[in-house]
């Protein structure tokens, strides 16, 4: 089984930059993608950004341009750098991936972008 355990959340003011972190462990076998979603409050969960093992990334539309997706495979750990944030990207992030042994979600941190 396959546990991730995310960090970097917070507070922080439009136009400002929030680093996550997410570390997988456990039986992980080969992990194939990893990457971050979010929900909004009433919204319904949606893709932020992914990248695979071998660095092949995709990003929502509405982050393009202000958020990087980047891994360190040899940590099993994927990261979220976000910068210029807007108030519409307050959300619970979550970290996702999909490994040989199956796939996982982390338990959510939030973001908080105050306008």
């Known amino acids: 089984q396959v546990q991730l355990v995310e960090s970097g959340g917070g507070l922080v003011q439009a136009g400002g930059s929030l680093r996550l972190s997410c570390t997988a462990s456990?039986?992980?076998?080969?992990?194939?993608?990893m990457g971050w979603y979010r929900q909004a409050p009433g919204k319904q969960r949606e893709l932020v950004a992914t990248?695979?093992?071998?660095?092949?990334?995709d990003y929502a539309d509405s982050v393009k341009g202000r958020f990087t997706v980047s891994r360190d495979n040899a940590k099993n750990t994927v990261y979220l750098e976000m910068n210029s944030l807007k108030a519409e990207d307050t959300a619970v992030y979550y970290c996702?991936?999909?490994?040989?042994?199956?796939?996982?979600w982390g338990q959510g941190t939030q973001v908080t972008v105050s306008s």
């Open positions: 456990g039986s992980i076998g080969t992990i194939y993608v």
């Open positions: 996702n991936t999909r490994t040989s042994w199956g796939g996982a």
């Open positions: 990248i695979t093992n071998g660095g092949s990334t």
